[in-house]
């Protein structure tokens, strides 16, 4: 059973910017960011490749989040830059054994526990 763990979030002011980490207890596949505010679906955010050489985003984040991923340790940075309200919610990483990620959140079989951004204006 893959264990993933968040770390990084917080609260930041409007144009700020954080970084989060999503530490998996062994070598995954493709792994994937989702976020969720509340009162709304989760939402696709960003994810990259098993080897780390592909990324994808949401047109929403695009240029502004940066995915990296350090293979040795078995984790992937979020990297989020001029962060705005619209940004704030509760962001999972999720990962799956396939090589290439997907969109969907029912693709991915192993979730963190989720951690909190918040931006305030």
């Known amino acids: 059973q893959v264990r993933l763990v968040e770390s990084g979030g917080g609260l930041v002011q409007a144009g700020d910017s954080l970084r989060l980490s999503c530490a998996a207890s062994?070598?995954?596949?493709?792994v994937g960011w989702f976020r969720q505010a509340p009162g709304k679906e989760r939402e696709f955010v960003a994810a990259?490749?098993?080897?780390?050489?592909?990324?994808d985003y949401a047109d929403s984040v695009k240029d502004r989040f940066t995915l990296s991923r350090d293979s040795a340790k078995n984790t992937v940075f979020l990297q989020m830059n001029s962060l705005n309200p619209e940004d704030t919610a509760t962001y999972y990483c999720?990962?799956?054994?396939?090589?290439?990620?997907?969109?969907?959140?029912?693709?991915?079989?192993?979730w963190g526990q989720g951690t909190q951004v918040s931006v305030s204006s």
């Open positions: 999720a990962a799956r054994i396939g090589f290439m990620w997907r969109n969907s959140a029912s693709e991915y079989a192993y």
């Open positions: 990259i490749d098993r080897t780390g050489s592909r990324t």
């Open positions: 062994e070598r995954t596949g493709a």
